[in-house]
T-cell receptor, first 113, second 108 residues
Framework: NAGVTQTPKFQVLKTGQSMTLQCAQD?????MYWYRQDPGMGLRLIYY???????DKGEVPNGYNVSRLNKREFSLRLESAAPSQTSVYFC????????????FGPGTRLLVL | KNEVEQSPQNLTAQEGEFITINCSYS?????LHWLQQHPGGGIVSLFM???GKKKHGRLIATINIQEKHSSLHITASHPRDSAVYIC??????????FGAGTILRVKS
């Protein structure tokens, strides 16, 4: 089992460019999450998907969109990147919900110039 | 004031020492997670608990719901324990809030 995988590992964008961060899990988990991690701050939830076909906003959703493509895949899209979106992005999944053990991907480092 | 406060922010210990990291929170919760983030960036879930105490190897996590406090203990610390330890609470209403983390360095 690969667990939770994320692509790309590292990306540099110019302000205004768009990109999609990909996340996939092979553990048959129902719930998936996107977080961002900034220096000196805790992880913050951007969006989550409690189950296939549903998505909900987290704490910091502005500037992002998500798609739960199927049970395995949950993508995060930046339509018009801004320097404030420079961060490390983590995808995670759980079997049922937030009370469950979370399994994290390796992260994507994004730099927006 | 952050909803989840961890202390200390930074901790340096000698190999073999007993280590305690604290987490205090200000709201009612249904569960608390302890996570470990290695220098390479990967995050691993260590414990999820809603009451009492859990033990896994040299790691022990406790929670006191009435006092809104949890501790993570590491016995016989080792340099490979060097990492950032993160506390996260699941508030009633399904909001998951993370602490800023405790940076632990264990010297040999």
């Amino acid at each position: 089992n690969a667990g939770v995988t994320q692509t790309p590992k590292f990306q540099v964008l110019k302000t205004g460019q768009s990109m999609t961060l990909q996340c996939a899990q092979d553990m048959n988990h129902n719930s998936m999450y996107w977080y961002r991690q900034d220096p000196g701050m805790g992880l913050r939830l951007i969006y989550y998907s409690a189950s296939e076909g549903t998505t909900d906003k987290g704490e910091v959703p502005n500037g992002y969109n998500v798609s739960r493509l199927n049970k395995r895949e949950f993508s995060l899209r930046l339509e018009s990147a801004a320097p404030s979106q420079t961060s490390v992005y983590f995808c995670a999944s759980t079997w049922l919900g937030k009370e469950e053990t979370q399994y994290f991907g390796p992260g994507t480092r994004l730099l927006v110039l | 004031k952050n909803e989840v406060e961890q202390s200390p922010q930074n901790l340096t210990a000698q190999e073999g020492e007993f280590i305690t990291i604290n987490c205090s929170y200000s709201v009612g919760i249904s569960a608390l997670h302890w996570l470990q983030q290695h220098p390479g960036g990967g995050i691993v879930s260590l414990f999820m608990l809603s009451s009492g105490k859990k033990k896994h190897g040299r790691l022990i996590a406790t929670i006191n719901i009435q006092e809104k406090h949890s501790s993570l203990h590491i016995t016989a610390s080792h340099p490979r324990d060097s990492a950032v330890y993160i506390c996260a609470v699941l508030e009633y209403g399904n909001k998951l809030v993370f602490g800023a983390g405790t940076i632990l360095r264990v010297k040999s």
